[in-house]
């Protein structure tokens, strides 16, 4: 591992306040939650993502950036490498090229089968919740998406990932609402309107993901 350094960590984030001076107001948020997930998973745990339809979409793409090559190039560890060619010579040499290491990541909104299935036979707001119940561990992250803060079924989500001792992440808009209140640090980005809260999303979780590839490639 190449671990990343706080003076790393700290130019990652002003080219991130260079290119969109309004995240200066979170600068230090972004610094927090990506030590909390650092932390997870070093302590072998992995991240939940919830979020609804566009925050369910950015939720499917930090999953995406996280469990495959985002901006730099990743090795497979040694030890698989060693382990998978005792298991199949051939299918290891079609896999190991292609294949790369993950950092966990599961976007909850992914699921349709068990979603729809909590629609219609239970409630559709508990269906974060369900899943947080199931998959959640105490070194495990729950991170929440809310534009406004106040989604009941990610709201629903964060009291059952506190029941579970997970640590909670909240991304938002200006305010925070609820969110912040369940939060362990809770991302505000300074806007208001659900489109240019979103848009402020984005460049936000991108460094996170960045910070932590660069700390454990």
């Known amino acids: 591992m190449a671990f990343i350094n706080s003076e790393a960590k700290l130019n990652h984030i002003h ?9 200066d107001a979170v600068k230090d948020s972004i610094s927090l939650a990506f030590e909390i997930i650092k932390e997870s998973y070093k302590n072998g745990g992995k991240l939940l993502i919830a979020g609804n339809g566009g ?5 499917e793409h930090i999953a995406g950036e996280l469990m495959k090559t985002f901006a730099k190039k990743r090795t497979l560890p040694d030890s698989f490498v060693s382990e998978i060619k005792k298991v199949d010579l051939e299918i290891s040499e079609y896999l190991l090229p292609k294949m790369q290491p993950g950092l966990p990541a599961i976007a909850l909104s992914g699921h349709a089968s068990l979603n729809t299935a909590c629609i219609n036979d239970i409630d559709g707001n ?21 534009t406004s803060g106040n989604s009941k079924n990610i709201l629903y989500a964060c009291a059952v990932a506190k029941a579970k001792k997970l640590k909670i992440i909240g991304l938002t ?16 980005v300074p806007e208001t309107e659900t489109y240019k809260i ?20």
């Open 126 to 146: 508990i269906t974060f919740a369900q899943q947080v119940y199931g998959y959640g561990k105490s070194e495990d992250v729950l991170l929440g998406i809310s």
């Open 198 to 217: 979103q848009e402020l999303h984005l460049p936000v979780y991108h460094i996170i993901c960045m910070m932590l590839e660069d700390y454990f490639f």
């Open 55 to 59: 925050s369910a979409s950015d939720a």
């Open 173 to 188: 808009g200006e305010g925070g609402g609820k969110l912040k209140q369940y939060s362990d640090i809770c991302i505000c």
């Open 15 to 23: 080219h991130l306040v260079q290119r969109y001076p309004q995240l």
